[in-house]
């Protein structure tokens, strides 16, 4: 097959759809690919395929049966034939051959094509049972089909992706049977984000990148997902933006950008304590990588960053001596904030609460001293309380709950007052 040039537009809707590929991951997601150049499809699917092997995830295709052409049907006997399917492995479904049910009158009810449509509109639900994303390739006039006569399904689409196929050509978008706007495109990708990637896209294709600013991009994609909400799904899309910035970075050769890409991945790991172990492989590497560059402020955070993965994992000794590391170093830069934080992980590490109670108010005092109002509060109700109550020093607690309520009314955070109520009713 010659090779095929993509267009800057083509190139966008291909990273869009890989990245919906990579989010989609372990759940059902069902993205719909639009082309009428047979060679570009065929391109743009290997080329997605041999990027998401690359990343441990296998690759199938399917091509949809004339004489049966129900997708659950194709889709069952495809995990039924494949054990990788069956124990939920890393995977995407490529399904092809759906343009050629297409007969040549379409306004005959029972040809294969009304068929194969009136199996997606009732039995949407049925696929749940899948837990793979599952590519649709179609041409323009089934995918103004699809809309028309299996609305349901049409709804229920994870993304549309246009290839060599102007997205707003009115013959598509007018005939669809719900006119609502094109949301939730690989699963919410708002205009910010759109232009985002477009950026980046753009940015990629140029001789003269400034990698710098490429870096600077997918990172601010990243904190756009994070920062949307504390979904799991946001996360899983933040977590591949950052892995795609780290596969760029690595080729590159940029050590002290990979490794900031590198502790942003792990702390999306470790956010809600969702992956703990893989949070430590990122941190690990980002740590050898600050020290590689002598970046010791980042060794610091680093070091910070894995005392807690290993406290979380009850790994205490090992966490004590990376405290104790990240303690020296943040005394030595002179970050006072991270040397308060760390006094916070090496008391919260102690077997007797009078001894955690010396770094609770050693962190205190550090708070107090550079005015962080929203961290004395926090370490109160958080830390020197439990301490407090640990010690039957009733009257300390009750001291410090005041404290922290006169800083939540001085900062304006309620939460601040919910928590002490709250241990106020256990007292």
């Known amino acids: 097959m010659p090779t095929i040039e993509r267009s800057a537009e083509e190139q966008r809707q291909y990273l869009r759809l890989l990245v919906a590929l990579e989010a989609n991951q372990g759940q059902l997601g069902l993205l719909i690919a639009v082309a009428e150049n ?78 194969f449509l009136g199996y997606l509109q009732w039995t949407r639900e049925a696929l749940r049972q899948f837990r793979f994303p599952v590519v649709l390739w179609v041409n323009r006039k089934v995918v103004r089909l699809l809309a028309e006569q299996s609305p349901d399904f049409w709804s229920w689409r994870s993304g549309v992706f246009w290839f060599g196929v102007d997205p707003s050509d009115a013959a598509l978008l007018t005939s669809t049977a719900s006119k609502a706007t094109e949301k939730a495109t690989t699963r919410g990708l708002d205009p910010d984000i759109e232009a985002l990637m477009s950026l980046i896209e753009s940015l990629e294709q140029r001789a003269d990148k400034d990698s710098a600013q490429l870096v600077d991009l997918y990172a601010q994609l990243g904190q756009v997902y994070t920062k949307r909400s504390q979904s799991r799904q946001n996360r ?33 790991y470790f956010e809600r304590r969702y992956n703990a172990r893989e949070a430590g492989i990122c941190y690990d590497e980002a740590l050898r990588l600050y020290r590689e560059v002598g970046d010791r402020l980042g060794e610091a955070n680093t070091l910070k960053a894995l005392g807690d993965v290993l406290q979380f994992l009850k790994q205490s000794q090992e966490a004590l001596e990376r405290y104790d590391e990240a303690l020296r170093l943040y005394r030595e830069v002179g970050d006072r904030l991270g040397e308060a934080n760390t006094l916070l ?41 439990s301490a407090q109550q640990q010690l039957g020093d009733l009257d300390g607690v009750e001291e410090s709950l005041a404290q922290a309520e006169a800083i939540g009314k001085a900062i304006d955070f309620e939460p601040f007052q919910q928590a002490v109520d709250q241990i106020r009713s256990t007292l």
Do not use: W
Not at 45 to 74: C, K, M, W
Not at 349 to 364: E, G, I, N, T, V
């Open 345 to 385: 992980g090496l008391g919260s590490l102690q077997d007797r609460p009078a001894q955690a109670m010396d770094y609770y108010h050693s962190a205190q005092t550090i708070f107090q001293q550079i005015g962080d109002q929203y961290c004395q509060g926090r370490n109160l109700l958080m830390f020197i309380v």
């Open 38 to 115: 047979r060679n570009l499809q065929t391109a743009v699917i290997e080329d997605y395929e041999q990027a998401l092997r690359e990343q441990g995830v296998h690759a199938f295709r399917l091509f949809i049966n004339r004489q049966d052409p129900s997708l659950r049907t194709g889709l069952e006997q495809l995990v039924d034939q494949q054990p990788v399917l069956q124990e939920h492995q890393p995977a995407v479904v490529t399904v092809l051959g759906i343009g050629d049910l297409l007969p040549p009158m379409l306004a005959i009810p029972e040809s294969q094509q009304a068929r």
């Open 236 to 268: 899983e899309f933040a977590i591949q933006v950052y892995k795609r910035a780290v596969q760029l970075l690595e080729k590159l050769d940029l050590p002290a950008e990979l490794a900031t890409s590198l502790k942003q991945l792990g702390n999306l």
